[in-house]
Every structure is written in C-alpha cells, then in structure tokens.
C-alpha cells in the first residue's frame, strides 16, 4: 500500500506561483511513475503532469505546458509540481497519483492505482 500526502495548495492571484509538494510513504519501492491531475467542480479530473523514475521521462497538458513543471526527490520519497503563471481557470483541486507500473498513456485516471487527499489551489482575477 502506498500513501500520498499533498500540500502546498492556496490562494494566489493571477500571474502568480505556486508550488505543490506530494510525499508518498508506504511502499514507495513499488511505485513507477506519478502525475498530477486536477478538478474543478462539476467537471472531470483531468491530467496536469506525469513523470517516470525510471529516466525521469516527463507529461504535460497542452494547457500547463511552459508554465508548470513536475519534479521529483527519490531520496526524500517528494513529487513537486510548480506552477508559475498561474490562472484563473487553474482553479481546481489538485490531486497526486501514483500507479504500480507505468500503463500508457499516462493521462488516464484508471491507470493509476493510488491517490491523495486533494489541495485546493484558487486563483483569483
């Protein structure tokens, strides 16, 4: 079983940064690859960005590409995802994933076995 813990989340005006941090504990060894997706009410989750250990191979959204950027910290078992430039429409809640082996496409929801709690991030005019 593996646990994600999100935080980071927060007001922000627009043009603004943030940066969301995921710290994953359990058994962490059986992790391949983590993403970040998000929600808005009303809609579906959708993915934000995704990367592999294994190469560091990174995803983005079409939407997030040039202003996000995910990360990661092997050591510190940490997933980061800054966010610069930021939107209202970025609005949403923001939700860590991890899965067991790396399925394709990584912008599948099913494809990931775990998930986080959620951090809020608003972003206001």
């Known amino acids: 079983q593996v646990q994600l813990v999100e935080s980071g989340g927060g007001l922000v005006q627009a043009g603004g940064s943030l940066r969301l941090s995921c710290l994953a504990s359990g058994r962490t060894y059986s992790i391949s690859s983590m993403a970040w997706f998000r929600q808005a009410p009303g809609k579906e989750r959708e993915f934000v960005a995704g990367i592999r250990w294994s190469g560091m191979v990174t995803s983005y959204s079409d939407s997030v590409k040039g202003r996000f950027a995910i990360s990661r910290d092997d050591a510190r078992n940490m997933v980061y995802l800054q966010m610069n430039s930021l939107k209202p429409e970025d609005t949403a809640v923001y939700y860590c994933?991890?899965?067991?082996?790396?399925?394709?496409?990584?912008?599948?929801?099913?494809?990931?076995?775990?998930w986080g709690q959620g951090t809020q991030v608003t972003v206001s005019s």
């Open positions: 994933a991890a899965d067991r082996e790396t399925r394709w496409p990584l912008t599948v929801v099913k494809n990931y076995d775990y």
